[in-house]
Each structure stands twice: as structure tokens, then as C-alpha cells.
Nanobody, 115 residues
């Protein structure tokens, strides 16, 4: 069974940068949407950035201008470049990839922004 594996999380000071990566362990065909969610302490899981065929790339307002999503649907990879990180960005970040038939999740990677 194909799984998504994230990497790149860690502890960073406010104002710092991290790059998260997501790769599939096998081939996923006909992806129509992919990106990243995050789940902060005591919060629900929210969409951070997404790429959709025909819809382009979209970001939640709180990360616009700071985060950049890059995807390669042929290789089933996605990355999230996070700059100017803030304490409120602290969360577990989950990548996802959607097809018409199925929604794939990664296991999550912890990002902690703290001085």
C-alpha cells in the first residue's frame, strides 16, 4: 500500500526557515489535489497550502508571502518552504495527495517555533 512520508520538521527560532518534504513510497496515479495541512496544539487540522489541477496554488492567509508550495505530480512529491516562521506556526504538518478515489495522508512531522 502506498504511503506518504514527510521529513524536514524540527525546532527553529522565530524568523527562521524550514523546508518540509513529502514523498510517496510508490506511484499514485491521477492526482488532482495535493498539499499540506497542519494541526496546532489543541486545534483542528487546517489546510495550509494546496495545489489543484485547474485551480493553481492557494495558501491560507496567515502564511501568504512566507510559505511556498512546490509539487511534482509525476513524481508524487511536494515540498513546503517556510520562511519568517512565527510561534503560531508551531504544529504537526501533514502532507496529502488526493485522487478521485482516495485521500492519502502522511504521518505528520512536528514543527516547533520557539526562542
Amino acid at each position: 500500500q502506498v504511503q506518504l512520508v514527510e521529513s524536514g520538521g524540527g525546532l527553529v527560532h522565530p524568523g527562521g526557515s524550514l523546508r518540509l518534504s513529502c514523498a510517496a513510497t510508490g506511484r499514485i496515479f491521477s492526482i488532482n489535489n495535493m498539499g499540506w495541512y497542519r494541526e496546532g496544539p489543541g486545534k483542528q487540522r487546517d489546510l495550509v497550502a494546496s495545489f489543484a489541477w485547474g485551480g493553481g496554488t492557494n495558501y491560507v492567509d496567515s502564511v501568504k508571502g512566507r510559505f511556498t508550495l512546490s509539487v511534482d505530480t509525476a513524481k508524487n512529491t511536494a515540498s513546503l518552504q517556510m520562511n519568517s516562521l512565527k510561534p503560531e506556526d508551531t504544529a504537526v504538518y501533514y502532507c496529502y495527495q488526493d485522487t478521485v478515489l482516495r485521500h492519502y495522508w502522511g504521518q505528520g512531522t512536528q514543527v516547533t517555533v520557539s526562542s
